[in-house]
Protein backbone atom coordinates (compact mmCIF):
# COMPACT_ATOMS: atom_id res chain seq x y z
CA UNK A 1 0.00 0.00 0.00
CA UNK A 2 3.05 2.51 0.70
CA UNK A 3 3.99 1.58 -2.89
CA UNK A 4 1.35 2.41 -4.15
CA UNK A 5 0.83 6.05 -2.60
CA UNK A 6 4.32 6.56 -3.82
CA UNK A 7 3.71 6.16 -7.00
CA UNK A 8 0.31 7.84 -7.23
CA UNK A 9 2.22 10.96 -5.97
CA UNK A 10 4.62 11.49 -8.99
CA UNK A 11 1.85 12.87 -11.46
CA UNK A 12 1.05 15.66 -8.51
CA UNK A 13 4.67 16.73 -8.56
CA UNK A 14 4.76 16.78 -12.53
CA UNK A 15 1.93 18.67 -12.92
CA UNK A 16 3.31 21.71 -10.32
CA UNK A 17 6.72 21.77 -12.21
CA UNK A 18 4.80 22.00 -15.33
CA UNK A 19 2.79 25.07 -13.79
CA UNK A 20 6.58 26.64 -12.46
CA UNK A 21 7.67 26.30 -16.01
CA UNK A 22 4.52 27.35 -17.98
CA UNK A 23 4.01 30.66 -15.58
CA UNK A 24 8.59 31.31 -16.07
CA UNK A 25 7.90 31.21 -20.20
CA UNK A 26 4.91 33.35 -19.66
CA UNK A 27 6.81 36.10 -17.57
CA UNK A 28 9.89 35.85 -20.18
CA UNK A 29 7.57 36.26 -22.97
CA UNK A 30 6.12 39.47 -21.43
CA UNK A 31 8.86 40.57 -20.22
CA UNK A 32 10.11 40.43 -24.41
CA UNK A 33 6.72 42.41 -25.72
CA UNK A 34 7.43 44.86 -22.88
CA UNK A 35 11.00 45.40 -24.22
CA UNK A 36 9.74 45.61 -27.87
CA UNK A 37 6.90 47.96 -26.73
CA UNK A 38 9.73 50.11 -25.50
CA UNK A 39 11.80 49.82 -28.41
CA UNK A 40 8.97 50.45 -30.41
CA UNK A 41 7.93 53.60 -28.71
CA UNK A 42 11.61 55.34 -28.69
CA UNK A 43 11.61 54.64 -32.19
CA UNK A 44 8.28 56.57 -33.16
CA UNK A 45 9.79 59.65 -30.62
CA UNK A 46 12.84 59.62 -32.84
CA UNK A 47 11.13 59.76 -35.80
CA UNK A 48 8.50 62.19 -34.57
CA UNK A 49 11.78 64.57 -32.97
CA UNK A 50 13.56 64.04 -36.87
CA UNK A 51 9.96 65.27 -38.69
CA UNK A 52 9.39 68.34 -36.31
CA UNK A 53 13.37 69.57 -37.37
CA UNK A 54 12.85 68.57 -40.89
CA UNK A 55 9.53 70.21 -41.59
CA UNK A 56 10.92 73.73 -41.74
CA UNK A 57 13.49 72.76 -43.58
CA UNK A 58 11.17 70.96 -46.19
CA UNK A 59 8.61 72.87 -46.47
CA UNK A 60 9.00 75.90 -49.39
CA UNK A 61 9.42 79.01 -48.36
CA UNK A 62 7.07 81.72 -50.38
CA UNK A 63 7.52 83.07 -53.60
CA UNK A 64 7.74 87.03 -54.24
CA UNK A 65 4.26 87.85 -56.26
CA UNK A 66 3.64 91.29 -57.91
CA UNK A 67 3.49 94.08 -55.34
CA UNK A 68 5.39 92.46 -52.51
CA UNK A 69 8.37 94.12 -51.26
CA UNK A 70 11.43 92.55 -51.43
CA UNK A 71 14.75 92.81 -50.10
CA UNK A 72 17.94 92.08 -52.03
CA UNK A 73 21.57 91.51 -52.53
CA UNK A 74 22.67 92.32 -56.17
CA UNK A 75 25.78 92.67 -58.49
CA UNK A 76 25.74 95.09 -61.50
CA UNK A 77 27.56 93.54 -64.80
CA UNK A 78 28.94 95.12 -67.49
CA UNK A 79 28.55 93.11 -70.97
CA UNK A 80 31.76 91.73 -70.45
CA UNK A 81 31.08 90.88 -66.96
CA UNK A 82 33.19 93.00 -64.86
CA UNK A 83 31.14 93.94 -61.90
CA UNK A 84 30.75 97.71 -61.08
CA UNK A 85 28.49 97.97 -57.99
CA UNK A 86 28.30 95.05 -55.57
CA UNK A 87 26.46 94.43 -51.95
CA UNK A 88 29.03 91.83 -51.60
CA UNK A 89 32.06 92.59 -49.74
CA UNK A 90 33.85 89.84 -50.24
CA UNK A 91 33.76 90.07 -54.15
CA UNK A 92 34.94 93.48 -53.27
CA UNK A 93 37.75 92.47 -51.28
CA UNK A 94 38.52 89.61 -54.32
CA UNK A 95 38.31 92.83 -57.30
CA UNK A 96 40.38 94.82 -54.94
CA UNK A 97 43.11 92.39 -54.95
CA UNK A 98 43.11 91.73 -58.94
CA UNK A 99 43.45 95.78 -59.07
CA UNK A 100 39.93 96.27 -59.94
CA UNK A 101 39.71 99.51 -57.81
CA UNK A 102 36.65 100.47 -59.50
CA UNK A 103 34.25 98.58 -57.89
CA UNK A 104 31.52 99.88 -55.89
CA UNK A 105 30.39 99.08 -52.53
CA UNK A 106 26.60 99.42 -51.65
CA UNK A 107 23.83 97.99 -49.42
CA UNK A 108 21.10 95.73 -49.74
CA UNK A 109 18.06 97.22 -51.84
CA UNK A 110 14.66 97.24 -51.10
CA UNK A 111 12.56 97.05 -54.28
CA UNK A 112 8.73 96.06 -55.55
CA UNK A 113 8.36 93.39 -57.42
CA UNK A 114 6.94 93.35 -60.80
CA UNK A 115 7.21 97.54 -60.56
CA UNK A 116 7.64 99.46 -64.09
CA UNK A 117 8.93 103.12 -64.42
CA UNK A 118 10.34 104.50 -67.81
CA UNK A 119 13.38 103.38 -68.83
CA UNK A 120 14.88 107.02 -68.74
CA UNK A 121 14.54 107.42 -65.01
CA UNK A 122 17.34 107.53 -62.76
CA UNK A 123 17.62 105.45 -59.55
CA UNK A 124 20.30 106.41 -57.53
CA UNK A 125 21.77 103.78 -55.19
CA UNK A 126 23.94 105.22 -52.17
CA UNK A 127 27.77 104.03 -52.25
CA UNK A 128 29.25 103.05 -48.94
CA UNK A 129 33.07 102.77 -50.17
CA UNK A 130 35.07 103.99 -51.78
CA UNK A 131 33.20 107.64 -50.53
CA UNK A 132 32.95 109.94 -53.47
CA UNK A 133 32.15 113.59 -54.05
CA UNK A 134 30.33 115.63 -56.69
CA UNK A 135 27.75 112.43 -56.98
CA UNK A 136 24.23 111.93 -55.33
CA UNK A 137 25.28 108.37 -56.03
CA UNK A 138 25.05 105.39 -58.04
CA UNK A 139 23.57 105.63 -61.32
CA UNK A 140 20.62 102.32 -62.40
CA UNK A 141 18.61 103.15 -65.21
CA UNK A 142 14.80 102.53 -65.34
CA UNK A 143 15.20 99.60 -67.88
CA UNK A 144 17.45 98.06 -65.22
CA UNK A 145 15.67 98.78 -62.27
CA UNK A 146 12.24 97.16 -64.57
CA UNK A 147 13.94 94.08 -65.40
CA UNK A 148 15.31 93.22 -61.77
CA UNK A 149 11.67 94.27 -60.63
CA UNK A 150 10.32 91.49 -63.04
CA UNK A 151 12.82 89.17 -62.25
CA UNK A 152 12.14 89.25 -58.45
CA UNK A 153 8.41 87.47 -59.62
CA UNK A 154 8.41 83.68 -58.46
CA UNK A 155 11.82 83.75 -56.48
CA UNK A 156 11.86 82.06 -53.07
CA UNK A 157 13.81 83.22 -50.11
CA UNK A 158 17.94 82.65 -50.56
CA UNK A 159 17.55 82.45 -54.17
CA UNK A 160 20.23 83.40 -56.51
CA UNK A 161 19.27 84.64 -59.87
CA UNK A 162 21.24 85.89 -63.11
CA UNK A 163 18.97 88.49 -65.08
CA UNK A 164 19.85 90.47 -68.12
CA UNK A 165 19.36 94.03 -68.78
CA UNK A 166 17.44 94.77 -71.90
CA UNK A 167 17.23 98.16 -73.40
CA UNK A 168 14.45 98.58 -76.24
CA UNK A 169 16.27 99.08 -78.81
CA UNK A 170 18.50 101.84 -76.92
CA UNK A 171 22.04 101.48 -77.72
CA UNK A 172 23.07 103.43 -74.34
CA UNK A 173 26.37 105.33 -76.54
CA UNK A 174 27.93 108.37 -77.42
CA UNK A 175 30.68 109.49 -79.88
CA UNK A 176 32.75 111.77 -78.34
CA UNK A 177 35.25 114.06 -80.08
CA UNK A 178 38.33 114.84 -78.91
CA UNK A 179 37.06 118.63 -77.41
CA UNK A 180 33.87 116.90 -76.46
CA UNK A 181 36.07 114.35 -74.13
CA UNK A 182 38.07 117.04 -72.97
CA UNK A 183 34.86 119.13 -72.12
CA UNK A 184 34.62 116.09 -69.54
CA UNK A 185 37.39 116.09 -67.97
CA UNK A 186 38.84 112.96 -70.35
CA UNK A 187 42.07 112.39 -71.30
CA UNK A 188 41.43 111.28 -75.26
CA UNK A 189 45.63 111.01 -75.65
CA UNK A 190 45.63 108.08 -72.93
CA UNK A 191 42.05 106.74 -73.50
CA UNK A 192 42.31 103.54 -74.70
CA UNK A 193 39.54 100.29 -75.61
CA UNK A 194 38.66 98.35 -72.59
CA UNK A 195 39.20 101.52 -70.41
CA UNK A 196 36.13 102.35 -67.65
CA UNK A 197 35.57 106.07 -67.46
CA UNK A 198 33.60 108.16 -64.91
CA UNK A 199 29.95 109.51 -66.47
CA UNK A 200 27.54 111.64 -64.42
CA UNK A 201 23.61 111.53 -65.18
CA UNK A 202 21.34 114.23 -64.12
CA UNK A 203 18.49 112.63 -62.16
CA UNK A 204 15.85 114.23 -63.40
CA UNK A 205 13.25 112.72 -62.01
CA UNK A 206 14.85 110.92 -59.32
CA UNK A 207 13.84 107.92 -57.75
CA UNK A 208 16.03 107.61 -54.50
CA UNK A 209 16.57 103.88 -53.32
CA UNK A 210 18.21 103.16 -50.11
CA UNK A 211 18.69 107.01 -48.95
CA UNK A 212 17.67 110.12 -50.12
CA UNK A 213 19.90 112.71 -51.93
CA UNK A 214 20.18 116.07 -52.74
CA UNK A 215 22.26 116.60 -55.30
CA UNK A 216 21.27 115.84 -59.18
CA UNK A 217 23.81 114.22 -61.03
CA UNK A 218 24.47 110.17 -59.95
CA UNK A 219 27.70 108.08 -61.16
CA UNK A 220 27.96 105.84 -64.02
CA UNK A 221 30.34 103.97 -65.38
CA UNK A 222 31.31 104.03 -69.37
CA UNK A 223 33.08 101.72 -71.16
CA UNK A 224 35.35 102.42 -74.85
CA UNK A 225 34.92 100.25 -77.04
CA UNK A 226 36.39 102.51 -80.07
CA UNK A 227 38.45 104.64 -80.73
CA UNK A 228 39.70 106.71 -84.34
CA UNK A 229 42.26 109.51 -84.14
CA UNK A 230 39.57 111.93 -83.52
CA UNK A 231 36.92 110.29 -81.47
CA UNK A 232 36.04 107.97 -79.01
CA UNK A 233 32.88 105.56 -78.81
CA UNK A 234 32.01 105.08 -75.35
CA UNK A 235 28.96 102.46 -74.07
CA UNK A 236 27.17 102.93 -70.47
CA UNK A 237 24.79 100.06 -70.89
CA UNK A 238 25.38 97.13 -68.28
CA UNK A 239 24.90 93.02 -69.03
CA UNK A 240 23.32 91.74 -66.32
CA UNK A 241 22.39 91.61 -62.46
CA UNK A 242 23.10 88.63 -59.86
CA UNK A 243 20.12 89.10 -57.45
CA UNK A 244 19.77 87.03 -54.28
CA UNK A 245 16.47 87.73 -52.53
CA UNK A 246 16.45 87.78 -48.99
CA UNK A 247 13.27 88.09 -47.87
CA UNK A 248 10.04 89.36 -48.42
CA UNK A 249 8.32 92.23 -46.35
CA UNK A 250 5.34 92.86 -47.49
Known amino acids: M ?10 TV ?19 RMKWAYVAIAVLIAVAMVGTYLAPILAKKPA ?17 GRPVITTD ?27 QVSGENVAVLPVVYPPITGFSGFGLLGFETNAISA ?5 RQGETKTISFSYGGNDLEMNLSQEDA ?68 G
Not at 2 to 11: E, H, I, K, N
Not at 18 to 23: L, S
Not at 94 to 112: A, F, H, I
Not at 194 to 214: R, V
Open 151 to 155: GLIGM
Open 89 to 115: QTLLESEYRKGNSGLLLTQRLEMTAGA
Open 182 to 249: DGIGLNFTQAAVGDMITLGLTTSPEIPLGGETNSTTALRFGQVIDKTDDSLVIIYRYGSASVTLNGIT
Open 64 to 80: AQVGDTAVIDYTIFTED
Open 14 to 32: TVLLMKKTQQKNSKDEGAG
Open 2 to 11: ASSRTLLSYP
